[in-house]
């Protein structure tokens, strides 16, 4: 981890770097479950509104085709990635809604448009 931290500290372009799926550093750090990691890249400034392109070429099965968020990533990993995910971003002061869908017990992330919202975020627990 250290040696990431000063690698993004000499090089901060490392966090807008894209693969050829354009996927960022912190679609993959969610995607393999590198919480720790996944919270540095989201304290530096790793953009939670990247999108993935809709590509087959080294994609799991369940995300073919599709372009996604890091968000959207994480919501395929469940509830304990997803709320490490809302936790990462409440704490870096970014602004969203989380909404518990009750059918299937996970999140959907609102993004703030044109208005603001009162304090950092805005969370609708799921029902435990």
């Not at 989201?42 to 996604?68: C, E, M, N, Q, V």
């Not at 971003?89 to 603001?116: M, T």
Request: charged share 20%.
């Amino acid at each position: 981890m250290s040696t990431f931290k000063e690698l993004v500290k000499h090089q901060p372009s490392l966090l807008a770097a894209v693969d050829v799926r354009n996927w960022t550093l912190l679609h993959l750090a969610i995607d393999s479950k590198q919480l720790d990691i996944m919270r540095l890249l989201i304290k530096l400034g790793a953009d939670p509104h990247a999108r993935t392109s809709p590509t087959t070429f080294f994609i799991p099965i369940y995300l073919r085709g599709l372009s996604l968020s890091p968000g959207d990533i994480a919501r395929t990993h469940g509830r304990p990635v997803v709320q490490a995910y809302l936790d990462a971003l409440a704490s870096n002061g970014l602004e969203f809604r989380a909404v518990c869908e009750e059918k299937d017990d996970s999140y959907d992330i609102f993004w703030p448009a044109f208005e603001q919202l009162e304090g950092n975020f805005l969370l609708s627990p799921c029902s435990t």
